[in-house]
């Protein structure tokens, strides 16, 4: 049974793929209907569908494409010409196929109740016949909704072989005998099978005789032919008896259950007299897979489980590179460095490859969306009444799977929009002097980390006065908004929720959902789309998707005392400003920058973070792109850029404002990721309202006279503590002391202290261990900490150095000394 | 092969019987201390308690979300008890812990003062809460009476954070 089941899993992955090439095949073939190559590769397809199909016991699909196959075979013969009316009826067929096959995946026969392949058989039946015209068409369209089979005065279920002398062909109407012939030769093709293949006269084949046949010396296809040809004599015999007693059809499950087994033992002893059934499975399928020998299927859940073993390696990779600059600093010019360095660094090359490379695996062309739309394209335009050709460009442009499976929807959305708003009727084309034909371009290519996916047309194109006119009467946006609103502000604003252009609501498109959803779509992506039109000529949209989702390159930037990871793939630049750069219009700031005039926001300003920082002579300024915006974000600091691995901030957290998750640094320390998008409308809102000049000027301590300043002293004893206070109490500024280190700690948080004197030796936090605490934070980056401590050698004064201290005191020291450090330091 | 899994599950059933007959009519619970108060969370709520290691703040959520750490390269949220309850933060000492539960599938830490013991009373001894509580989140599941006049109040983990709470709503 697993057997089977397997077999039956690869026929039906194969046969989706099949036939979702041979859709796209389909409509290219209606464009060349001459190009025998692709005939021939369309036919080739049903073939082996039909063939597998009934290998594997589903009548009602074999049956189909058997017809399918019958009228492909007439075209590539030469005797037919597809028509788009016929090609309606095969893709007719094709959409039959789909449905039984998703059946057959869904419940393992091909019964299929809903989908009727009857009226479709007729159809096929008659183009074979060379009865079909346009005139046809319609009285098959009828004949299809009526169900009995009726034209004009005859019933032709009623008409049999047996009675056809009967009838009297010349009281006909032409139409009438159209059918009538139809019918009876439809009859007649019940009973005709497939006549000869290579030198086997198929006919003469029967369930009798078929253990005399030695399949070894067959040339492949015509052993495929036989037994095709055998199951089919099996077959049917119990269609037959189906149709003649249908209360029967309970017990037929049963039986064909039977004729399984049967069917196996009769065409096995043809081949070999012991010949195993397995073996003939086997057999059966290599011949389905071999085309794809060169590839394993691998279940998708197996590829994200190592993306995510790779995400926690990246993350390894880093603490590692980080855990190894700390140590060479601290063992400089030691003989394992050497080694360490080159395990890190052979580590993080094979990490990088390894992540390529499993990144690679989970790509997929986007051919594999690209490919319904041709189709899409033509049942659309056959649909509305314009005449589009739809042109694919770079559809082996690469992307990860889970992307792949996200855009297919946007892109249906865009094109539908693209077909249905932009291309116009065929005689508003000609009276514009257009051609007829409206074109339609997919492409998709990449730019550094991103790819590119652009959907144009050569349409009417969109105007942005008008777009503005009616958001204002739907009340998207406000008069002024639209008075201050650019062009490409303008085209924005179709992806806005209810916003819809259309003027009539076409069962297409035209409910203003579409675009939204698009958008939604994108941004989940973290993609960017852009618009240009210009009106009359045509309107070009382009998605611009990083390649894949789960890691990326990110800008570290700090701002204040926190870090956030801005992906890499928004900022333009980063550049370093002084404040004599940044001009204040109309109470809001801008940045000059060569000749574009940027919106200037303050980082810490939008997430509501408390400044604690002097301001510094220079300003860090990172330029962020997002479609057609552009703004600069002041932060405090870059640290670098990094690769990080996105994780979500948990179900209580995500989807917070400005923030898309979080990424694990080396350190082990968690930092959030910037979500671009969203960043940019609160950063909108804060240009409003919060002037950079003045913000930055809010941390600025006004200090002047000694009594302004605060120094703490830290030493574990009381007397050391006194001598310090009595050399330093002449100065007049304030003194603070501590015990410890631990205690040093706590009082810096809620004093705002000057400089610090640390002595070395201390129980429960040492002076080195508080330097080191305290240089963490980036606040305290400047904060003047001396050492004032016995311990003289210089291996002491080096630690004092590596932990950060500025000055270092030995004792005993004279107080006028420790007085001139102190004020040294503070700058008085 | 199914007889054989017969046995193991009579096995199963027979270990876990007289533990649910326990469990009827004892709950074990985990004290700890937040401000002046004790309370109670169910053992089995709790994933597992840590001592307090640094967090990364998150902008624009209730002053009682401190942020956000790292806990074996999952990110959890971290949520002060003391803020949320209404009294002021306290320092971190060497008693301070932070306890990771099970909240709607999710992982999420909560600062409290001290550990006290690991309890186990009578279900009868507990009892709703008073209409004076002020249980508006309805956060609180009862009021424990232990044997040694203890009153414990016992939380109801579900309602600790709610979601519409911490992110506004009209933001995606």
Do not use: C
């Amino acid at each position: 049974m697993d057997e089977i089941q397997e077999l039956l899993e690869d026929f039906l992955i194969e046969a989706f793929e099949m036939i979702e090439e041979m859709d796209q095949d389909l409509v290219e073939l209606e464009n060349s209907p001459d190009d025998l190559d692709l005939l021939n590769k369309i036919f080739r397809v049903a073939h082996t569908i039909k063939g597998s199909g009934s290998f594997l016991n589903f009548d009602k699909l074999t049956r189909l494409t058997h017809h399918m196959e019958a009228v492909l075979d007439k075209a590539r013969k030469g005797e037919l010409t597809i028509t788009p009316e016929i090609m309606d009826v095969i893709l007719e067929s094709v959409d039959a196929m789909k449905g039984i096959l998703e059946y057959i995946r869904d419940n393992g026969d091909d019964s299929a109740p809903e989908i009727d392949i009857e009226p479709i058989v007729v159809k096929l039946d008659a183009i074979v016949n060379g009865e079909n015209a346009p005139k046809e068409e319609k009285s098959l369209e009828e004949s299809k909704s009526e169900k009995p089979k009726i034209v004009g005065n005859i019933n032709l279920d009623e008409i049999t072989l047996e009675n056809a002398d009967e009838i009297d062909l010349d009281s006909l109407e032409p139409e009438e005998l159209d059918a009538v012939l139809e019918h009876l030769v439809e009859l007649r093709n019940k009973n005709e099978g497939p006549k000869k293949v290579g030198n086997i006269n198929l006919d003469e084949i029967t369930l009798e005789n078929a253990d005399e046949i030695d399949l070894d010396s067959l040339e492949p296809e015509e052993a495929d032919a036989v037994l095709e040809h055998l199951v089919n004599l099996r077959n049917q015999q119990p269609k037959n008896e189906n149709e003649q007693e249908k209360e029967e059809s309970k017990e037929s499950k049963e039986k064909k259950e039977e004729e399984k087994k049967e069917e196996k033992k009769e065409i096995a002893p043809a081949k070999k007299q012991d010949l195993s059934n397995e073996q003939k499975k086997k057999a059966v399928k290599k011949a389905i897979s071999s085309v794809a020998e060169q590839t394993i299927r691998v279940d998708v859940k197996r590829l994200d489980q190592l993306m995510n073993l790779i995400g926690e390696l990246v993350l390894a990779k880093n603490r590692l590179i980080k855990i190894y600059n700390d140590v060479e600093e601290r063992y400089e010019g030691e003989k394992f460095l050497e080694e360490l360095n080159q395990v890190v660094s052979s580590i993080s090359i094979v990490t990088t490859d390894l992540q390529i490379a499993v990144m690679k695996t989970r790509m997929l062309p986007i051919g594999k969306v690209f490919n319904k739309f041709p189709r899409l394209v033509r049942d659309l335009s056959r649909e509305l009444g314009k005449k589009v050709k739809l042109i694919i460009e770079g559809e082996d442009t690469e992307l990860d799977k889970s992307i792949i499976e996200e855009i297919g929807d946007p892109l249906v959305h865009m094109i539908r929009n693209s077909v249905d708003h932009g291309i116009e009727p065929p005689e508003e084309r000609k009276a514009k002097g257009k051609p007829e034909e409206g074109t339609v371009w997919l492409r998709a290519y990449n730019e550094g980390n991103m790819i590119v996916i652009e959907i144009k047309d050569d349409g009417k194109g969109m105007d942005p006065e008008m777009l503005k006119k009616k958001a204002i009467e739907k009340g998207i946006i406000t008069e002024s908004e639209a008075a201050n609103m650019s062009d490409k502000e303008a085209f924005m604003l179709i992806f806005k929720p209810g916003f819809s252009t259309a003027a009539k609501v076409t069962s297409v498109s035209g409910r203003g959902v579409g675009m939204d959803v698009v958008k939604t779509n994108i941004e989940k992506l973290n993609g960017i789309i852009e618009v240009d039109s210009i009106p009359g000529q045509g309107t070009t949209f382009k998605l611009k998707i990083p390649l894949t989702l789960a890691i990326i390159q990110a800008l570290l930037v700090a701002s204040q005392e926190d870090l956030f990871a801005v992906p890499l793939s928004n900022v333009i630049e980063t550049v370093r400003i002084v404040e004599e750069d940044i001009y204040t219009i109309e109470g809001k700031s801008v940045l000059k920058l060569r000749e574009e005039v940027l919106p200037l926001v303050n980082m810490a300003d939008i997430f509501e973070i408390e400044k604690v920082l002097e301001p510094e002579k220079y300003l860090y300024v990172v330029i962020l792109g997002l479609g057609a915006t552009k703004i600069g974000l002041i932060v405090d600091r870059f640290i670098g850029q990094e690769e990080i691995v996105i994780k979500s901030l948990g179900e209580f957290l995500k989807g917070l404002p400005g923030i898309a998750g979080a990424t694990i640094r080396g350190d082990g320390r968690v930092t959030l990721i910037i979500d671009v998008g969203s960043l940019m409308r609160l950063a909108k809102e804060t240009h409003n309202k919060k002037i950079v000049t003045e913000s930055l000027n809010e941390a600025k301590k006004k200090k002047e006279k000694p009594s302004d300043y605060t120094v703490m002293l830290v030493d574990d004893s009381a007397m050391d503590r006194k001598i310090m206070r009595n050399a330093l109490e002449e100065l007049g500024i304030n003194l603070i002391e501590a015990k410890d280190g631990v205690e040093a700690l706590q009082l810096l948080k809620s004093n705002d202290v000057d400089a610090m004197l640390i002595d070395i030796e201390m129980p429960r936090m040492d002076g080195y261990t508080l330097a080191q605490e305290i240089r963490k934070y980036n606040k305290y980056r400047k904060l003047p900490l001396i050492a004032v401590t016995s311990r003289t050698t210089k291996a002491d004064r080096v630690r004092g150095v590596e932990v950060g201290m500025n000055e270092y005191i030995t004792k005993p020291y004279t107080a006028e000394y420790l007085q001139n450090v102190v004020r040294r330091n503070l700058g008085l | 092969m199914g007889s054989l899994n017969e046995i193991v599950k009579q096995q199963q059933q027979s270990l876990t019987k007289p533990e649910e007959n326990v469990s009827e009519d004892i709950v074990q619970l985990v004290g700890f201390i937040v401000g002046e108060e004790e309370f109670a969370v169910p053992i089995l709520s709790i994933q597992e308690i840590i001592k307090p290691i640094e967090w990364t703040r998150v902008p624009f959520t209730p002053d009682y979300v401190l942020g956000v750490f790292n806990l074996r390269g999952n990110v959890l949220p971290l949520i002060d008890l003391r803020i949320k309850f209404g009294a002021a933060a306290n320092e971190i000492d060497e008693n301070t812990r932070f306890i990771v539960m099970k909240i709607k599938g999710e992982d999420v830490a909560f600062i409290i003062d001290r550990l006290t013991s690991a309890l186990r009373i009578k279900k009868k001894n507990i009892l709703p809460p008073p209409d004076t509580y002020s249980n508006e989140d309805d956060i609180i599941e009862g009021v424990g009476r232990m044997d040694d006049g203890r009153i414990i109040t016992i939380l109801k983990v579900d309602n600790l954070i709610k979601r519409e709470d911490i992110v506004p709503n009209n933001e995606g």
